[in-house]
């Protein structure tokens, strides 16, 4: 069984978001990392990149497959995680912590309508 976090959000590519005033940590789940296995490379956008909701910002990937990421909001790339970067395996190690990018967000009610732990469990569990 995948760990969710309590306080966050979570979307349907099995991202999670952190909201923070009118910034977002956006990384990805438990499930995502134990379903992709081990993750040996992770390409971000650069700081000041603009995010849109649905579009992809990213690569993640695997020794199973190369997935895309998706953003679940709209915004300006604050801060990419260089070190996620240089050493993906921390997206194994602690998902939680280990976020992709920092978005400030145009629109905070983007995140809002996303999912709450709850509902990402039940969804993980159809």
């Known amino acids: 069984m995948s760990k969710i976090q309590e306080g966050l959000f979570y979307t349907e590519d099995h991202e999670w978001v952190r909201l923070e005033g009118n910034t977002v940590s956006i990384g990805i789940t438990d499930f995502a990392q134990s379903s992709l296995g081990d993750i040996v490379f992770v390409e971000l956008p650069e700081d000041g990149s603009d995010v849109s909701a ?26 990419k995680n260089t070190p996620v970067e240089e050493t993906p395996e921390l997206i194994n190690q602690q998902p939680f912590d280990a976020w992709l990018i920092k978005v400030e967000v145009q629109n905070t009610d983007e995140v809002t309508k996303l999912m709450d732990s709850q509902a990402y469990s039940d969804f993980c569990n159809q």
């Open 54 to 79: 649905g579009d992809s910002f990213g690569v993640v990937e695997s020794i199973k497959s190369v997935s895309d990421l998706y953003s679940p909001v709209s915004g300006k790339v604050l801060e």
